[in-house]
T-cell receptor, first 112, second 111 residues
């Protein structure tokens, strides 16, 4: 039972445009959400997070939006750069924040 | 500053063989994790250790055992390897709210 779902396996965007990566979750107990970025042959790296008490969090070119009623979050990258080409994982946690559940990932390609 | 170090980086096993993946972190983090990454499946949690002396099962614990040797080290053991355990394994550590620091991964092939 996949509690965190990323329904788009891949996404291609032109350099300079906006990239929007989506994530849905089913467990209503999740109250903290994260995005990770992964390059080939490397471990994932933390990108940005959001608590369920917020609906938006920004960090430079990256913004995460949370819609709790829809159990949906999205990551916006503006403007997209070729170096953003990577696999992006959505993740969620709850309670003691010790168990982190990941989605299946979306491979983003930013075309120069 | 090494962060999270995993060994070995590559390993080929025959079905039925055993092996241990080692993980060490130098960031004084309380929590440590083992994930596996498979195509189309994302990152799936095998076991985690919220603090020294405790371990808990994740989503896919069958066929694995873990040991939290001390605060720095968290090992993953395959007692009798199966082809279904062919995967890339990631160790991670965390001090706060899911912000995990990952190692570079260990690629395991079971023939």
């Amino acid at each position: 039972d996949q509690q965190v779902k990323q329904n788009s396996p891949s996404l291609s965007v032109q350099e300079g445009r906006i990239s929007i990566l989506n994530c849905d979750y089913t467990n209503s107990m999740f109250d903290y959400f994260l995005w990770y970025k992964k390059y080939p042959a490397e471990g994932p790296t933390f990108l940005i997070s959001i608590s369920s008490i917020k609906d938006k969090n920004e960090d430079g070119r990256f913004t995460v939006f949370l819609n709790k009623s829809a159990k949906h979050l999205s990551l916006h990258i503006v403007p997209s750069q070729p170096g953003d080409s990577a696999v992006y994982f959505c993740a969620a946690t709850s309670g003691g924040y010790q168990k982190v559940t990941f989605g299946t990932g979306t491979k983003l390609q930013v075309i120069p | 500053n090494a962060g999270v170090t995993q060994t070995p980086k590559f390993q080929v096993l025959k079905t039925g063989q055993s092996m241990t993946l080692q993980c060490a972190q130098d960031m004084n983090h309380n929590s440590m994790y083992w994930y596996r990454q498979d195509p189309g499946m994302g990152l799936r949690l095998i076991y985690y250790s919220a603090s020294e002396g405790t371990t808990d099962k994740g989503e896919v614990p069958n066929g694995y055992n873990v040991s939290r040797l001390n605060k720095r080290e968290f090992s993953l053991r395959l007692e009798s390897a199966a082809p279904s355990q062919t995967s890339v394994y990631f160790c991670a550590s965390s001090v706060y709210r899911g912000s995990l620091f990952f190692g570079e991964g260990s690629r395991l092939t079971v023939l």
